[in-house]
């Protein structure tokens, strides 16, 4: 694995981490200033602060679901600009398996800032999977390796 994949992994892991501690403050400081969320819903949020105050204000309304997340690709797109996909499960609050019906992608892009990489767009995107049941049930079970694997 190369440095940057390293860092990039390393940067995606962070952000699962802040989410499923529900720390908003740390989410956004994973984002450049200018950085952009689109949510599962579609919901878009531009630059660091705006996310902060949306995902503090979600996580102080309602507890969410965790994630629990697998790395499918980190490669260069430049220097200093990185891509990473990833599937999702997200297990409901007091819940212990992840609800199938949520699946996600995520998509990441990065870019170096001074020494630390920051996340310039993140994306949540239903993994729906619509006609192939086969495939949904094969990335199900995937995210429950590596939910098993990480309890």
Same mark, same amino acid.
């Given at each position: 694995?190369?440095?940057?994949?390293?860092?990039?992994?390393?940067?995606?892991?962070?952000?699962? !981490?802040?989410?499923?501690?529900?720390?908003?403050?740390?989410?956004?400081? &994973?984002?450049?200033?200018? #950085?952009?969320?689109?949510?599962?819903?579609? *919901? !878009?949020?531009?630059?660091?602060?705006?996310?902060?105050?949306? /995902?503090?204000?979600?996580?102080?309304?309602?507890?969410?679901? *965790?994630?629990?997340?697998?790395? @499918? %690709?980190?490669?260069? &797109?430049?220097? #200093?600009?990185?891509? &990473? @996909?990833? =599937?999702?499960?997200?297990?409901?609050?007091? #819940?212990?398996?992840?609800?199938?019906?949520?699946? !996600?992608? =995520?998509?990441?892009?990065?870019?170096?800032? #001074? %020494?630390?990489?920051?996340?310039?767009?993140?994306?949540?995107?239903?993994?729906? /999977? =619509?006609? @192939?049941?086969?495939? *949904?049930?094969?990335?199900?079970?995937? /995210?429950?390796?590596?939910?098993?694997?990480?309890?």
């Amino acid at each position: 694995m190369t440095q940057t994949a390293h860092a990039v992994q390393t940067m995606y892991e962070d952000y699962l !981490t802040a989410w499923n501690a529900q720390n908003g403050v740390r989410l956004a400081g &994973l984002f450049t200033h200018d #950085g952009n969320l689109v949510g599962f819903d579609g *919901s !878009t949020v531009d630059g660091r602060e705006a996310i902060e105050e949306h /995902l503090s204000g979600v996580f102080a309304d309602h507890r969410t679901a *965790s994630y629990v997340g697998k790395i @499918r %690709e980190v490669r260069q &797109l430049a220097p #200093g600009v990185a891509l &990473l @996909r990833a =599937h999702a499960g997200m297990v409901p609050p007091g #819940g212990d398996d992840i609800n199938e019906k949520v699946n !996600t992608v =995520h998509t990441v892009v990065a870019v170096r800032d #001074g %020494e630390d990489w920051r996340i310039a767009l993140f994306t949540a995107t239903p993994a729906a /999977l =619509h006609g @192939r049941p086969e495939a *949904s049930a094969e990335l199900s079970k995937d /995210l429950r390796e590596v939910l098993r694997a990480s309890r």
